[in-house]
């Protein structure tokens, strides 16, 4: 059956971790600006007392939030004191290893589902669900040891479980590939997508810049490879043979590498990265730390067994290549020395082909659970014991049962890919998931589905003035404004301000009420709005006095070229003025207000903070210290922190000088060679006895040792 993934499971607790840390962290230095009393959208209009009991808001509206008042918070100071225990259990998770328990991963997710639920459209992220729902594996993953702290044992059910973040993983992946084709965007059905996407994604990096020039049969080919990885590869997570989900993690961490180095997508690679850890066998991860056991002794001629897994592993490339030959056109130029490409199915047969294979997925998955679920019941068979025995077996049944419950209420979300497959899911399940669905347990998921900008990337600037003659313009940190100026890099922070100015430019201001928000900040000074523009308030370029009139200009930004020049420094974009985006207005002007009003964004007179108490000046002290700080510096530094301390971990670890090990030396003459258990239960045995009193002795101290590692062994499998 193969040994439990006790180091996989590991990496992937310590990986969500980080992946928790980032979102934390990088959520906290944005919460003044974005929900704080003078932001863009005040989270305290999101939590109305209405006058029903604690329990019963609970259950309407799951957030912590709702006993801000009862610790003397406000709901601003409220969402930073749940995103520094955020950030203080996700850095000790990361750190200490007994610390990834399942209770702390219940308070992660507990404390980022309260955050999730008044974050409005700027926390409505893809990524944020995904986080939500590994969070919840994790909970049903990770062991239970705070409560018996020197329990480290592989419970024979963990390998049911952890089979859901595999099952999450082909989720996300498949559907990301399937969306982008049933989308009917002619982008990528002319496999021309990523010749628009490394210049109209959200926030490029400096390596988006080189992708773009790459020629154009070679970003044909690109999308070729993603449509491989999305859709077929993701099959193989479910293969028998260990050497076919090697190649799949593979294959899901290159393209994560690719577009962390294209792109800036916050903590969604590194998640996506973290998931993909289902797919490692104990072995393997043993052979990354150099603590592998096997030792693979070349044998010939080799057994059926390894011909016949050989075979189908040549038989699975092989058809992957014919695969992708036969239905992408794939054909060498020799002519004009390139490899030519085009999609060769039409959109009526790729979804006859989607109808015919949903099920049949949902197929797939049940029966590689269904294998995970006996071989656990094996594993509960083999523990020694009659109590124990019935002990793991009773585990055993109850998550069994979570994890069939939780691929059941999955399929009514993976499903949505083809909307006849879903219709014939029982109406049980619609209803489990409608019970579930608040609570953001399972999601559905679709990256990148349509390309945008196609005629240019769209982009909006934004101008102030005092005089209405002489126009400023106002950069943000992160996003694309003076065209000298090269793409940051600044993942895993996700500036969110930024993330929402790119989806505002796709449309009318109208689609985006916040924008109107956002002026009428900028026009009051408000110095938080500000600080997500520039940390900096040097760069901003009305820092002394807010700007009598905002107005927002519409640009198409392209990248230039690698043969463009220019008499100064060379620019990374080109532009060219649009139209107006949003009108000239100023405070107290009749459109502003009529907006404002429009949308609910009036503002209130409000009670005023009370800051007597201990927590409030706390939580404002901390404020003061974190604000000169910009996200990314924030989340480097505690990464930095945490693999300064791993490392004085590794190093305390080693052997100090001296002596070598006895591990090292040879077995003497008329021992056994040793095999880690005179290390294990202190120092190899000195000589041999030389009287027999010494020999009866040494057998009673052997039969004592001998015992004690028995009783280790049978607890260990416990």
């Known amino acids: 059956m193969g040994d439990p993934p006790r180091r996989p499971r590991s990496l992937f607790l310590a990986g969500l971790a980080a992946a928790y840390l980032a979102a934390f962290a990088s959520f906290y230095v944005q919460i003044p600006g974005l929900y704080g009393k003078d932001g863009i959208l005040p989270a305290r209009k999101v939590l109305r007392l209405t006058g029903k009991g604690l329990w019963e808001q609970l259950r309407d509206f799951p957030t912590l939030l709702w006993l801000s008042p009862h610790l003397g918070l406000d709901t601003e100071m409220g969402m930073e004191l749940l995103c520094l225990l955020g950030v203080l259990a996700s850095f000790g998770a990361l750190l200490f290893e007994p610390l990834r328990d399942s209770l702390l991963f219940a308070l992660l997710r507990v404390l980022y589902l309260s955050l999730y639920q008044v974050g409005q459209v700027f926390l409505y992220f893809q990524w944020d669900s995904l986080l939500l729902e590994a969070g919840f594996l994790a909970v049903l993953v990770a062991p239970l040891r705070l409560l018996k702290w020197r329990s480290t044992a592989w419970r024979a059910h963990d390998s049911v479980t952890f089979w859901l973040v595999r099952w999450l993983l082909f989720r996300l992946m498949f559907a990301s590939g399937v969306v982008k084709l049933t989308s009917r965007c002619p982008t990528w059905w002319g496999l021309t ?10 926030i490029p990096t400096p390596g988006a810049w080189f992708a773009h020039q790459l020629p154009v049969w070679f970003q044909k080919f690109s999308v070729v490879a993603t449509y491989v990885i999305e859709i077929a590869v993701p099959l193989l997570f479910f293969a028998p043979i260990r050497r076919l989900r090697l190649f799949a993690f593979y294959s899901q ?12 997508y916050n903590f969604f690679n590194m998640l996506t990265i973290v998931l993909a850890f289902s797919l490692l066998d104990e072995e393997h991860v043993g052979h990354w730390l150099g603590r592998s056991r096997r030792r693979h002794a070349s044998t010939w001629p080799p057994s059926l067994r390894a011909v016949l897994s050989t075979l189908l592993e040549l038989s699975t490339y092989g058809f992957l290549l014919y695969w992708s030959i036969q239905y992408f056109g794939l054909e060498i130029n020799w002519e004009k020395r390139l490899l030519d490409s085009k999609v060769a199915f039409t959109y009526h047969e790729f979804t006859t082909w989607l109808r015919a294979v949903t099920l049949p997925l949902v ?12 071989s656990a019941m094996y594993r509960c068979a083999c523990v020694r014991g009659c109590f124990w025995k019935l002990w793991a077996t009773l585990q055993w049944a109850v998550f069994a049962t979570a994890t069939v419950g939780m691929f059941a209420i999955s399929l009514v979300p993976f499903t949505y890919i083809d909307y006849e497959s879903n219709s014939k899911l029982w109406p049980g399940i619609h209803q489990m998931f409608s019970a579930v669905e608040r609570f953001q347990v399972v999601n559905s998921y679709g990256l990148f589905r349509r390309m945008t900008g196609i005629g240019g990337r769209p982009e909006v600037v934004l101008e102030g003035s005092y005089d209405k003659q002489t126009w400023t313009e106002i950069e943000f940190m992160y996003k694309p404004g003076n065209v000298s100026r090269a793409p940051p890099m600044v993942a895993p922070h996700q500036p969110r301000l930024d993330w929402q100015m790119w989806f505002a430019a796709l449309a009318h201001h109208s689609s985006s009420p916040w924008f109107t928000s956002f002026v009428y900040r900028l026009l009051q000074g408000k110095k938080d709005v500000i600080h997500l523009v520039q940390v900096d308030e040097s760069q901003y370029p009305f820092s002394a006095e807010p700007p009598v009139y905002i107005r927002a200009q519409l640009y198409k930004y392209w990248f230039t070229g690698s043969a463009e020049g220019s008499d100064g420094p060379a620019p990374w974009w080109r532009r060219q003025h649009v139209q107006e985006f949003f009108p000239t207005v100023s405070l107290g002007d009749p459109t502003l207000e009529s907006l404002l009003s429009q949308h609910g964004l009036k503002d209130k007179t409000l009670l005023k903070r009370s800051t007597d108490t201990f927590l409030p000046r706390l939580l404002q002290s901390l404020r003061q210290l974190s604000r000169p700080f910009s996200g990314p510096a924030v989340l480097w530094s505690l990464y930095l922190v945490a693999a300064t301390v791993c490392l004085l971990q590794a190093l305390g670890r080693r052997p100090r000088g001296g002596a070598p090990p006895a591990r090292h030396k040879g077995p003497r003459r008329g021992e056994p060679a040793d095999r880690g258990g005179g290390e294990k239960n202190g120092q190899v045995r000195r000589k041999e006895a030389k009287e027999a009193e010494e020999k009866g002795e040494g057998r009673v101290r052997g ?9 280790r062994g049978t607890k260990k499998k416990k």
């Not at 990523?194 to 959200?202: I, R, S, W």
């Not at 690719?258 to 800036?264: D, E, F, V, W």
């Not at 039969?703 to 009783?711: V, W």
């Open 363 to 374: 197929g797939l998955g049940f029966l590689s659970l269904s294998w995970e679920i006996l």
């Open 193 to 202: 997508a990523l010749t628009y996407h490394y210049e109209t994604q959200c």
């Open 703 to 711: 039969a004592a040792d001998g015992h004690s590692d028995g009783a």
């Open 253 to 264: 961490v290159l393209l994560q590498v690719l577009i962390i180095l294209t792109g800036n």
